[in-house]
């Protein structure tokens, strides 16, 4: 208990000094996981190879978890000594204020906060208790009985205060420890302990105080006028939100959802430990030898194993998806073949496990880049696939550095939407594009607030439904880039590229020619059309049939006015309508030149002519990229 003595002689700066004790030592811890990251194992692969780079490199990554979790764990008992030393400002003020007015009044204040005080009225008593139901009296008339019943009260409620701070600090600060095994630090109790933080400083540091539905401009300006400590503070008890949060810094964002990472990877490792020890028998059905019926009692356990392997495998996916992030952590500064550049510093933009799962991964910094391209995947994609989509980046930042004349690239791998799991089923959908239109919007609107400098040039690039989410962003919303790169896009919900908030000139279309089977041989006419000549194609003999087939649903129609005559003669080979692609020479797009790319997913290969035209638009040089019609 907090007593009147402890509480008015309380010196808080103490509280204060041991918070930035513990903030030097996490910022150091911090500062040395990147050492460690981009200087030590970065180096290390551009100088070593075989298995003595890999048992050094085992060793450094070890050493770089164990410094993010100082980080981590110095930086939540930070919190909560800020915290604690913050709020104990409140009661011990409103102490002091009513010790003050005692004194003032000549009245006597004793150690359990009783209030004696100099009657006015003869023979009456001259005590007020701490609270005003335990007077030792029947009210006696006297006015200084009053004064001193309040300022009773006023003690009574500062110390009634300052005791539920003192408690609820140190229940939280009891949990903070290790169990000192740095070899494979605790990062579920890492989970555990910002959930315990976060309820301890709740009233110091208020998650709703965080901007929620702000505009990234908006954003960043609440982050600006934040101090550093506090800055750090919630990086340390928020890192979800903070992380999340479209404006704040491209360095910012990496810290809070690194820290989110980690904890979200131990949370999953002691789900999965805790499914094995519980594992269920898996079912074998059993017959009775005399009925040849099921025995009574096996369904049940054919469900308890159906059920526990559908929580493994949910897990198994996401760790699938983390594991392919942590990869891309530990390449930068790889080299994969000679003459190569080194893989640039990845910072992780976004992170987590809804749903199908979200991230953003980007190649360099964007908010340094003097050029940044984000990529956004298309149908089947999810964390735990991420991996093939940030290789796709990680070769454009690759060959459009080589071509941006000593300028900074950044390339962003954009998983930020509940992108359309089934081919079949999902993909004809407009709801998925239409609720990742707007977050689409808000991540690149992010990018151009938390820009250093002048502002840099934005290329916005969709892959298959990945275009459509481009489209549907501009349809809704603002679109704030200077190009737009399509590759064997199903359609952009809009019928012309001026409606995408660029001029049409800056609008990049692609898609693969060719079947690559029937190579060379012609495309012989059908009822789908779409294609890039605005003619009938059969989808199955394309090299990406996906514009033909995907048209259907997500591109806007128009009748070709060149073969209606000949269809209402009953001498057409098709429907008289044309699929507004941007392939199409009707949507007003620049139409690529893709080279010997095949298939729905060649856009990407190394040396490609279609990879090097990607690089182009993205660096500027509009003038090298080769056209259909050139």
């Not at 499914?275 to 469900?303: A, M, S, V, W």
């Not at 059908?526 to 000549?533: M, N």
Request: include cysteine; hydrophobic fraction near 35%.
């Amino acid at each position: 208990m907090v007593t009147i003595k402890e509480l008015t002689e309380l010196d808080r700066s103490k509280f204060s000094g041991a918070a930035g004790g513990w903030a030097a030592v996490s910022n150091r811890g911090s500062a040395a996981m990147d050492r460690v990251n981009n200087e030590m194992i970065a180096k290390l692969q551009l100088t070593q190879k075989g298995r003595a780079e890999e048992a050094v490199r085992t060793s450094l990554e070890r050493l770089s978890s164990n410094f993010q979790y100082i980080h981590a764990e110095c930086g939540l008992i930070r919190t909560a000594l800020s915290g604690l030393a913050s709020e104990l400002e409140g009661p011990q003020r409103k102490l002091k204020e009513a010790l003050a007015d005692a004194a003032a009044l000549k009245f006597t204040v004793d150690a359990n906060g009783a209030v004696k005080y100099p009657a006015t009225v003869p023979y009456a008593p001259n005590l007020s208790g701490a609270q005003p139901k335990d007077a030792l009296f029947v009210t006696s008339g006297d006015p200084n009985e009053g004064k001193a019943r309040a300022i009773a009260t006023r003690i009574a409620a500062a110390l009634s205060e300052a005791n539920e701070i003192d408690g609820r600090y140190a229940r939280a600060l009891a949990m903070l420890k290790t169990d000192g095994n740095l070899k494979e630090p605790n990062w579920a109790d890492v989970a555990r302990d910002t959930k315990e933080i976060q309820g301890a400083a709740g009233k110091y540091l208020k998650e709703s105080d965080i901007p929620k539905g702000k505009t990234p401009k908006e954003n960043a300006a609440w982050w600006g006028r934040l101090s550093q400590a506090q800055r750090e503070e919630y990086i340390s008890v928020h890192p979800a939100s903070i992380g999340a949060l479209d404006g704040l810094p491209a360095t910012v964002r990496d810290d809070a959802n690194r820290l989110v990472l980690a904890e979200t990877r131990g949370n999953i490792e002691q789900q999965i430990k805790h499914l094995e020890d519980i594992e269920p028998k898996k079912y074998q059905q059993k017959i009775n030898p005399f009925t040849g019926l099921p025995i009574q009692g096996e369904e049940e356990k054919r469900y308890a194993w159906l059920e526990w392997e559908k929580k493994m495998k949910a897990l198994e996916v996401q760790m699938k998806g983390i594991g392919a992030i942590e990869e891309r952590f530990g390449r930068t500064g790889h080299v994969e073949r000679e003459g190569e550049r080194p893989v640039p510093q990845a910072y992780l933009l976004g992170f987590d496990i809804k749903g199908i799962g979200h991230a953003a991964i980007a190649n360099g910094n964007p908010d340094t880049a003097v050029h940044t391209a984000v990529y956004v995947p298309g149908t089947t994609t999810n964390l735990s696939t991420i991996g093939g989509d940030m290789s796709r980046m990680e070769k454009l930042w690759s060959v459009s550095t080589d071509l941006a004349d000593g300028d900074s690239v950044s390339t962003v791998t954009w998983l930020g939407y509940e992108a359309p799991q089934s081919l079949a089923i999902d993909s004809p959908q407009h709801g998925y594009a239409n609720d990742g239109g707007p977050k689409l919007n808000e991540f690149l609107g992010g990018l151009r607030a938390s820009h250093e400098g002048p502002a840099g040039h934005l290329t916005v690039e969709g892959h298959s439904y990945g275009s459509t989410v481009i489209g549907s962003a501009a349809r809704q919303g603002h679109l704030p880039v200077d190009d737009i790169f399509v590759a064997g896009s199903p359609g952009m919900q809009v019928r012309h590229a001026s409606q995408l908030d660029v001029t049409p000139d800056h609008v990049w279309a692609a898609q693969a020619d060719g079947n690559p089977y029937l190579k060379g041989l012609p495309t012989p006419e059908s009822p789908f059309s779409g294609g890039k000549d605005g003619g009938i194609h059969i989808p199955f003999l394309t090299s990406d049939p996906v514009p033909e087939i995907g048209g259907w649903s997500h591109a806007p129609k128009e009748i070709d006015i060149d073969i209606l005559p000949e269809w209402i003669d009953g001498d057409g080979t098709g429907p008289p309508v044309k699929t507004l692609t941007p392939t199409n020479p009707h949507f007003g797009a620049n139409i690529v030149e893709t080279g010997d790319a095949r298939g729905h997913s060649a856009y990407w290969d190394k040396d490609s002519e279609i990879l090097r035209n990607q690089a182009r638009v993205v660096v500027g040089k509009y003038d090298k990229v080769t056209l259909e019609d050139d």
